[in-house]
Structures are given as structure tokens and as C-alpha cells.
């Protein structure tokens, strides 16, 4: 029984660790579990996860997860109860892994590196005897009779396998080595792969403010999404986001950016509530306390009166859209100019113009199509003896660990199936 596992990011790494426990457990030694990884080294990408510090599941109610999967819930729903986010926790807590839990149920480890979570994988391959080949390219698979018989080699050398794992993610962080090879695996082999685009990405901005605003974060942002041809809202939320030179980015504009649906981009708009903790009466009596006859601004021109509303990069621009008179004194203010300013802080628009590339998206929406492939074990329904786990499947998650979860249960259903 020899296992061929291309991959050695999250998923083909876990999955090589379950099937040599399983494999230890029931078989002789004479057995091998390979991993093919191109890259020099394993878990590139698991390294930058998290910005470095590795979100590795989410301490929510397994159920809570279905509703965190955007794409295609239900065919996780074997694998996710057969590897849960406990025993995702309870697997690297046995590695010596301690964890904690932040904000939003998000798990990380105590330590705060992604490292961390890598050496654990890369020690349990090492004692479980799972042999790793770095600096090697899988070019095609080798099938016949409609069963996977072992992997072609770039080099030209053909290895030999009972099984084979496709562990190659999906085409995103590209330089991570996720280049979309396993897509043209699949679709080699006449397995329908669906259509693919970039996922938790940042957006493209049409308005030139955007410019003017590089750099600025913001924190207890909202933010609506919505689509301007029907009104209808896509997305809601409220949290941090940043400004860049194209755009927005950040946390909220992440997650919102998968709400978004294909051709749908070409109408949307973000709707930013600058104060969000206000409501519109309350701020209306704040502006009120800043302009007013009885403030210590009254007699301060317009333009000289935001400081202690806005972070300085952002008052220039609320000048300009304000439309009041820079110059003029704040008790001159007239009612109807500080309604339209309340609604421009309630309501600061910007309008969408497309999504940034798959080399600057979390995930990779689309992928390997799940009717294909059995839900419990991962194996085509095709190709006997071929597995696809992780990211290459189309599957994908919002942000909160739930992809890194998605790749280690559809990894552990492989390992467990593949030693049967
Ligand atoms: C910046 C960033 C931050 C993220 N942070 C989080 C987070 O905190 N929490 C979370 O849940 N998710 C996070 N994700 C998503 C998460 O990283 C992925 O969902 C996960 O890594 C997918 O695992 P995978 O094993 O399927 O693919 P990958 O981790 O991409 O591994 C695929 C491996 O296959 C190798 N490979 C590809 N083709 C071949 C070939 N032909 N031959 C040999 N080897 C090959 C690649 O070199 C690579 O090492 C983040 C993603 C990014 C880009």
C-alpha cells in the first residue's frame, strides 16, 4: 500500500499524518506514505496564514460552520462531524501545541507562530516514518482502466501508487506554490472543474479618493454592500478596513468581498457608516456639541473643527464631499448643511470597480466539483484510487479559520479512506 500525496501545504500534510497513524496501527511498515511537495520547503502558505500567527480553526458550534461555508456546505458535512474543529484543537494540543481563543471564536496558537502549528505536522510525518520529497514537481497523473496508478514526475520519473492524494490548493498567493495544477489534473482526467475567481480579496475603488486616503485604517467601521440596480443588500457588517492605492482592504472588506457574485460587481457600492456607535440623532446632537453656538469651536472655521471627529488623513476629503465652505465659522452652519453632513458620515459611498487578482486573495472560489467526489472519503467517482482535499475542492469558507478547517477535515476523511 503506497500512498502518493501531492502536496505538502495544510490539507496534504494533515492528510499524510492521519493515514500513517491509521497505517502504523494496521498494517507492516513495508508500506509507504509519500509526500511530493515542489516547493524547498513544506507549509508555505500555512506560514503567512493568519499574518504569520496562523487562525488554524474556529471554537464555534460545528454547526455555526455550515453557515460560515459559502460554497457547497453540505458535502462537508461528513467529513467536518469526522474531524471537527476539537479535534483539530486536540490534535495539535497532542503535538504540544497549546491554543487560545480571540475574538470572534478564533483559534490560534498560544504561541502566536505559524511555525508552530508547521513543526508539529512536520514532527508527527517524522515519526510516523511519512517520507517527504521537496523540490519535486508532479506533472500528471498516470490512469488507467479508470484508476489512478501513481503521478508522472516534471523530471520525467514515474512513481508508482495503490493511492493518490491531490493536495495542491487552489491558484492563489501563487508564489506559495498553489499555481492550479491540480485543476488541469482533474480536468485531465475528465473531472469537471468549476468556474474560478478570487475569494476574501481586496477591492478596486473607482473614486480617486481613495488615493487620498492610502494608508488610513479605520476600526468600528459598518459596512453595507449593496447592489445599486436593485438596492438590495448583499452584505452586512462592521469592523476594521483599510484604505490603499487602489482601494480597500482590511478584515470587513475581506469577508464582504465574497458576497459579491460574478457580473453582480458592475453595480455595487460599499455604504460606510463613519460612527457607527451613533445613531443619526445622537450624532446629529454631537455635531451639534462640535459646531454649535456653545461649543469651543463656534468661532473656528469649518475646516479647523474636525479634529476630534476624523483621523486628520480623512478630514480634507469630509471637507471636500461636505460641500460647506471650508472657511465658514461653525455657528454659521446652518441646519440642512449639518443634516447633509450627518448623512455623508452615516453614509460615505464608494463605488466598486472590480476585485484584485487571485495573487492577492485568501482563497480561491470554485475549484474540483463536489458532485464528483464522494463526501465521506474524498475519492473521485470517476477515477478509483485518486483524492482531492483542501482548497482544490469547490468548497470555500469565510474568514475565522474556517478554510484551514475545511482542509483539515476533507485531509483527515482521505487519510482515514485511503488506509482501507
Ligand atoms: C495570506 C493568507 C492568509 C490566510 N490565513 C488563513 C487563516 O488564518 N485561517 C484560515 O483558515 N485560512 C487562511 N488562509 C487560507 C488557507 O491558507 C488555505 O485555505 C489553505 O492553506 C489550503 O490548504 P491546501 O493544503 O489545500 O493548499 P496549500 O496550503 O496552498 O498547499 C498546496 C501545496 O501543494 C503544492 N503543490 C501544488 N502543485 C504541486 C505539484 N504539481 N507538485 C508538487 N506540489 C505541488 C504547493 O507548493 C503547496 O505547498 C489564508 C490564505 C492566505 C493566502
Redesign the pocket.
Given at each position: 500500500m503506497d500512498i502518493v500525496i501531492?502536496?505538502?501545504?495544510?490539507?496534504?500534510m494533515m492528510c499524510a499524518c492521519i493515514a500513517a497513524r491509521k497505517l502504523n496501527k494496521s498494517h507492516s511498515r513495508s508500506h509507504r506514505i509519500i509526500i511530493?511537495?515542489?516547493?524547498e520547503k513544506?507549509?508555505?502558505?500555512?506560514f503567512?496564514?493568519?499574518k504569520g500567527?496562523?487562525?488554524?480553526?474556529n471554537a464555534a458550534d460545528i454547526e455555526d460552520f455550515f453557515r460560515q461555508i459559502k460554497r457547497n456546505p453540505k458535502f462537508m458535512y461528513s467529513s467536518l462531524y469526522g474531524f471537527t474543529n476539537d479535534d483539530v484543537i486536540s490534535f495539535f494540543n497532542s503535538l504540544g501545541v497549546r491554543t487560545k481563543v480571540e475574538r470572534g471564536n478564533r483559534v490560534f496558537p498560544e504561541s502566536d507562530k505559524s511555525s508552530d502549528i508547521i513543526d508539529a505536522l512536520k514532527r508527527d510525518l517524522k515519526k510516523n516514518q511519512v517520507e517527504v520529497w521537496l523540490n519535486?514537481?508532479?506533472?500528471h497523473l498516470m490512469v488507467s482502466d479508470g484508476k489512478c496508478i501513481g503521478v508522472l514526475l516534471s523530471d520525467g520519473e514515474q512513481v508508482f501508487s495503490d493511492k493518490c492524494i491531490v493536495?495542491?490548493?487552489?491558484l492563489?498567493?501563487q508564489s506559495?506554490?498553489?499555481?492550479g495544477?491540480?485543476y488541469r489534473f482533474a480536468r485531465e482526467n475528465g473531472i469537471k472543474v468549476t468556474d474560478l475567481s478570487p475569494s476574501l480579496v481586496p477591492l478596486n475603488i473607482k473614486e480617486d479618493l481613495t488615493k487620498k486616503l492610502m494608508g488610513l485604517s479605520l476600526k468600528n467601521i459598518g459596512l453595507k454592500i449593496k447592489d445599486e440596480s436593485d438596492k438590495k443588500v448583499l452584505y452586512e457588517d462592521f469592523g476594521e478596513m483599510m484604505f490603499t492605492h487602489f482601494g480597500v482592504t482590511g478584515p470587513i472588506i475581506l469577508s464582504a468581498s465574497s458576497a459579491i457574485k460574478g457580473d453582480s460587481i458592475k453595480n455595487v457600492s460599499l455604504h460606510l457608516d463613519l460612527k457607527n456607535a451613533l445613531s443619526e440623532k445622537q450624532l446629529d446632537l454631537r455635531l451639534i456639541r462640535e459646531f454649535g453656538g456653545e461649543s469651543l469651536n463656534k468661532n473656528k472655521e469649518f475646516k479647523n473643527s474636525l479634529d476630534q471627529l476624523f483621523p486628520s488623513k480623512l478630514i480634507p476629503v469630509m471637507i471636500e464631499l461636505s460641500g460647506i465652505d471650508p472657511k465658514k465659522r461653525c455657528n454659521e452652519i446652518t441646519k440642512g448643511e449639518r443634516a447633509s453632513f450627518g448623512t455623508l458620515i452615516k453614509d460615505f459611498r464608494l463605488t466598486v470597480a472590480g476585485r484584485r487578482g487571485f495573487d492577492e486573495?485568501?482563497?480561491t472560489s470554485g475549484g474540483v466539483a463536489v458532485n464528483e467526489i464522494d463526501p465521506s472519503t474524498m475519492e473521485s467517482k470517476k477515477i478509483r484510487n485518486l483524492y482531492f482535499?483542501?482548497?482544490?475542492l469547490d468548497i470555500d469558507a469565510m474568514?475565522?479559520?474556517?478554510?484551514?478547517?475545511?482542509?483539515w477535515s476533507t485531509a483527515a476523511a482521505a487519510g482515514r479512506a485511503a488506509i482501507s
Open positions: 501531492i502536496g505538502g501545504g495544510a490539507a496534504g511530493i511537495e515542489k516547493n513544506l507549509g508555505k502558505k500555512l503567512i496564514t493568519g500567527r496562523c487562525n488554524l480553526t519535486t514537481e508532479v506533472r493536495a495542491t490548493g487552489g492563489s498567493y506559495t506554490g498553489s499555481t495544477d491540480g486573495a485568501v482563497v482535499v483542501g482548497e482544490v474568514t475565522g479559520g474556517f478554510n484551514l478547517q475545511i482542509a
